[in-house]
């Protein structure tokens, strides 16, 4: 009796289940009596198979459905007059009013909270529907099994439907929509699966028998066999196990064939691959089987440490890409290559001859090159990879020689330490003790290191000097200059021509003797340096400022500073470029232009979604657009930003207008569209850009300012004392004795200035500062004298001048510039130049820094040797020092007779 009354109560559950479905539908039930109805009914209990329910639990649930359906029902029947009168009156809210009452009929027939319908496409919990079982047994095929087969979606479904999300990278929200089902239907149908054929199959076949999962005859169609094993590799890589090759199962098995790299304890066919083509490029020793051991790594270590890779043991990518290079070398047994013929002249002119010099590489070149690997400490392999290909080039370049040391370029070097002037060196192939004290002779000469070994710098110098132009028999036009100097200086008669005849070279032989140089006749590098020191000794000085600091410690902190680094504009007309992933593309509209427009918080035409009526050509953002109730025959709608609330315009009342691009986090510009190219500056986050271009490796090339980062290499350029123009370095804490007349000459028809030689005159003798630097520096400050700051700005009254920017801020250089020269008392032109004089002498050239020179002025040594950081810098151009010699150089050259004084900044 008992089994019969469970089966009668189990015919009237399910009666009433469907009786419900049909009425849901019929009787328009809403949203929320609906999710209510379910919720009730069908337990995550049901969707779990738990089939052993109390039956009092399913009693009640009974008649509590029925229950509330009857009063669902009944405050339906109530408020229908209430829905169409609601939807009536949202016809004043639109706008045209005459378009919306078109379509007012439909707005009336359309149940205004109706969500679940029999046409729909997408499920969630909750939800009951006729195609949901056809669903939840797909879902159970492909893996996601354990679901009871029914019209419900419920707690359980939605786990499983989140699970295949995550698995297959679809956005996880435990709703069947389009994309899920979609995916769901693509596994389900998979050509990859029992019972089907398809031509790819062959390869997964020979891919599984490769990873092991063998056995399998490699044939078109997917039998019985071949799941079981899909099945096994998929458990073996903690896949989902359905049998089917989907695209993750794809993916690994694809990942796992072109596997490469391995480590101690790693097992995979492909490593025996790997020993083998160790083996024969000459890391042998190797029992080839699949498992990576203790000796394959150390032998990969020694492969690594021999072509220069980091010496892991593991078989990275650089360390297989090495390796098929080598072992794919054209360079090797039986291979023909052009260059193969210049390899065998090589070798035959280091003595490993006999070779036949044709294109084809032959077993007597292959014994050859072993012996020259083997003679010069190389793995031997008979392949002339990389490092063999250096050492030969190296060995017939070779010019870096010491005692002891036997080659044919040393008989080469000898003459030409004889023909410079470091001679009585007997000329052989040998490098012997006399050689090597020559060589240290040449050194010190030319202030080289005196190592007594011919290293880089001194071959560098020797073929400078043994080529210089300015020798017997050659034309140069600076050698008019130097005849000129050398007739000056009493060494006279020689015709000023650019020939370099056998005259002037006993001049300049007779120049060397009386001043204790070298006597070779030529016109070196330190000969003319003491024909310059010479002739200008009565007009020059020079001294040093030594620092306890290197080069490279000065560049380090330069390149240190971050606000902001070190700028530039040489890269003003360079490309720029930013990630695009970072950038966010605002699609802009405007609302119709002739009457105002409703934007609603749904895209439904109704009173209630009622946000705001906004006036004519309102300016919106375009997030996307939906599709919602019909207006104007069309049913988009555009889902916008207004005041930073997301709202809804239909788009017969919104007009797409221009695409705005703002970054979406604090931003790299590059110089390239690579992520490690050098970074020009950065954009903050929200920034507006300007893109020119969008390139294919997702970069956009931009609108960038002029002043950007500098590299490291153009910021050493500059930091780097002894590189540029020595005028960078004259000391401007000197007066040269310009007189007033000299320099109104370069104040011609510069402005404000013009006139006012006696004023700098005054200015550089009152307070220390060079006259020539105080002229270049107004120049460049007032435009050519005439800015608005220097032309005077009545500040209280008073008209008042800056000739130098003092005070004069960017955010308002002539109000804060004019503020200053009144508080000054700068009331005439005069007493701007001389005041400011005295503000630049005592804030920087007389200072505690003691920045007498541009270099100084902008690089600051004595801070950072003293604070080991960078200290007040006049400027942010890396450049600056160098621009601002150009004027003081045409200044000097035009000058009578100028004193210079110089003061070299010299590094450790």
Not at 477 to 490: A, C, F, S, V
Not at 625 to 639: A, E, N, P, R
Not at 802 to 815: K, L, Y
Request: no cysteine.
């Amino acid at each position: 009796m008992k089994f019969l009354k469970y089966l009668i109560l189990g015919f009237v559950v399910v009666f009433i289940v469907h009786f419900s479905a049909q009425t849901s539908v019929a009787t328009g039930i809403t949203e929320n009596d609906l999710i209510d109805t379910e919720t009730s009914d069908a337990s995550e209990d049901i969707e779990s198979s738990n089939e052993s329910e109390d039956q009092d639990e399913v009693d009640m649930e009974v008649e509590e459905e029925l229950e509330e359906r009857r009063f669902n029902q009944d405050e339906e029947d109530s408020t229908s007059d209430d829905i169409s009168n609601e939807e009536t009156s949202n016809l004043d809210d639109e706008t045209p009013v005459k378009k919306i009452e078109e379509h007012s009929d439909k707005e009336k027939d359309t149940p205004v909270k109706a969500r679940v319908s029999l046409s729909q496409s997408t499920f969630q919990k909750g939800d009951r529907h006729a195609s949901i079982p056809d669903l939840k047994i797909r879902l159970n095929r492909v893996g996601f099994s354990g679901i009871t087969v029914t019209d419900y979606f419920g707690d359980y479904m939605e786990g499983k439907v989140k699970d295949f999300q995550a698995y297959y990278g679809i956005s996880v929200n435990g709703r069947l929509d389009s994309a899920t089902i979609q995916k769901l239907d693509q596994v389900y149908n998979s050509p990859f699966q029992l019972g089907k054929r398809h031509n790819d199959l062959e390869d997964i076949k020979r891919k599984l028998n490769q990873l092991g999962f063998s056995g399998i005859t490699v044939t078109t169609y997917y039998g019985e066999y071949m799941e079981g094993k899909v099945k096994d590799f998929q458990r073996a890589y903690g896949l989902t196990v359905n049998g089917i090759v989907d695209e993750v199962s794809l993916n690994k098995l694809n990942a796992e064939t072109a596997k490469t790299n391995f480590q101690v304890g790693d097992s995979h066919p492909n490593i025996s691959h790997i020993k083998v083509k160790l083996n024969r490029v000459g890391f042998s020793g190797i029992l080839v089987t699949n498992n990576y051991g203790d000796y394959t790594a150390d032998r990969v270590r020694d492969f690594q440490r021999y072509y220069g890779l980091s010496a892991t043991g593991r078989t990275d990518d650089a360390t297989i890409q090495k390796l098929d290079e080598v072992y794919s070398s054209p360079f090797q047994l039986n291979k023909r290559h052009n260059d193969i013929k210049d390899i065998k002249q090589k070798l035959n002119q280091l003595g490993f001859g006999g070779i036949t010099v044709t294109d084809l590489y032959g077993s007597y070149m292959e014994r050859q090159v072993k012996a020259f690997q083997r003679a010069h400490g190389l793995v031997v392999n008979g392949i002339v990879d990389g490092v063999t290909s250096a050492k030969l080039n190296a060995e017939i370049s070779k010019t870096n020689f010491s005692i002891g040391d036997r080659h044919p370029n040393i008989s080469e070097i000898k003459k030409k330490l004889n023909r410079v002037g470091f001679s009585g060196i007997l000329v052989t192939d040998y490098y012997g003790d006399y050689t090597a004290e020559r060589v240290k002779d040449f050194q010190r000469y030319y202030g080289l290191s005196l190592t007594g070994r011919t290293d880089d710098a001194t071959i560098q110098k020797l073929d400078e000097v043994y080529n210089s132009p300015f020798q017997l028999n050659r034309r140069h036009d600076d050698t008019r200059g130097i005849k000129e100097k050398l007739n000056q200086l009493g060494y006279g008669r020689i015709t000023v021509t650019n020939l370099y005849g056998s005259y002037m070279e006993s001049q300049v032989k007779g120049f060397q003797r009386d001043q204790g140089l070298v006597v070779n006749g030529i016109a070196d590098s330190v000969t003319l340096a003491k024909l310059d020191s010479v002739y200008d000794s009565s007009k020059l000085i020079i001294t040093y400022s030594d620092y306890n600091l290197s080069l490279a410690q000065a560049l380090n902190i330069q390149m240190a500073i971050t606000n902001p680094p070190p700028q530039t504009d040489l890269y003003r007309n360079d490309p720029a470029y930013v990630s695009s992933a970072y950038i966010q593309e605002i699609q802009l509209g405007t609302t119709d232009p002739s009457s105002n427009v409703i934007v609603r918080t749904s895209p439904t035409l109704i009173s209630s979604t009622r946000r705001d009526s906004l006036s004519p050509r309102t300016v919106l953002k375009i997030l996307g657009t939906v599709q919602g109730d019909q207006y104007s025959g069309s049913k988009t709608w555009y889902k916008v930003e207004y005041n930073g609330e997301v709202l809804y315009a239909h788009s017969k009342l919104v007009t797409k207008t221009t695409v705005e691009y703002r970054t979406t986090a604090n931003l790299n510009v590059r110089a390239r569209a690579s992520d490690t190219s050098h970074v020009f500056g950065t954009l903050s986050n929200g920034s507006r850009v300007t893109v020119l271009e969008k390139t294919n490796n997702n970069w956009y090339r931009i609108s960038y300012q002029a002043w950007r980062n500098a590299t490291r290499a153009d910021t050493q350029r500059y930091v780097d004392p002894t590189n540029n123009n020595d005028m960078q370095h004259l000391d401007l804490s000197s007066n040269m004795g310009a007189t007033a007349a000299e320099l109104n000459k370069f104040l011609e028809g510069k402005g404000i200035l013009e006139g006012m030689g006696a004023a700098f005159v005054e200015a550089s003798l009152t307070h220390n500062v060079n006259e020539l630097y105080l002229i270049s520096h107004a120049l460049l400050e007032t435009g050519q004298g005439r800015s608005t700051l220097a032309n005077g700005i009545v500040v209280n009254g008073t008209t008042v001048y800056n000739m130098f920017g003092i005070g004069a801020g960017d955010s308002d250089p002539n109000g804060l510039g004019s503020r200053e020269a009144y508080r000054l008392g700068w009331d005439t032109p005069e007493k701007a130049i001389v005041g400011g004089a005295k503000f630049i002498g005592d804030r920087y050239i007389h200072g505690a820094y003691q920045q007498n020179t541009l270099y100084k002025m902008r690089w600051n040594p004595m801070v950072m040797e003293n604070t080991g950081v960078f200290g007040r810098q006049y400027a942010t151009d890396i450049g600056w020092a160098v621009k601002q010699t150009a004027n003081l150089q045409i200044m000097i050259d035009q000058l009578t007779d100028p004193r210079l004084k110089y003061d070299f900044v010299r590094y450790n």
